[in-house]
Nanobody, 116 residues
Framework: QVQLVASGGGLVQPGGSLRLSCAASGFTFRNYGMAWYRQAPGKERELVARIFNDGGSTTYTESVKGRFTISRDNAKNTVYLQMTSLKPEDTAVYYC?????????WGQGTQVTVSS
């Protein structure tokens, strides 16, 4: 069955960096776009970044542009989210997904906390 296992979250100081990874299995990874969503306490889930199946096209929510980079390795069935210049408002549970919008399959989340 489809599995999406996210890792790499943790506690980091403002201005720091983290790289999230998501190992996918149970489907033909190269055929699907992948995304990262996040949900902060008391807020709705938000699409942070997405990458199309060929890896050539990416989109970002405005608040992370220039700071976050989504990438994928189709040979390793893994999608990444490199996060730099982290801010306290980036604190959230981050979810790796297969697809987005109405065609999304959710993985488990990983907690990212940005605090001094």
């Amino acid at each position: 069955q489809v599995q999406l296992v996210a890792s790499g979250g943790g506690l980091v100081q403002p201005g720091g960096s983290l790289r999230l990874s998501c190992a996918a299995s149970g489907f033909t990874f190269r055929n699907y776009g992948m995304a990262w969503y996040r949900q902060a306490p008391g807020k709705e889930r938000e699409l942070v970044a997405r990458i199309f199946n060929d890896g050539g096209s990416t989109t970002y929510t405005e608040s992370v542009k220039g700071r976050f980079t989504i990438s994928r390795d189709n040979a390793k069935n893994t999608v990444y989210l490199q996060m730099t210049s982290l801010k306290p408002e980036d604190t959230a549970v981050y979810y790796c997904t297969r697809g987005w919008g109405s065609q999304v399959y959710w993985g488990q989340g990983t907690q990212v906390t940005v605090s001094s």
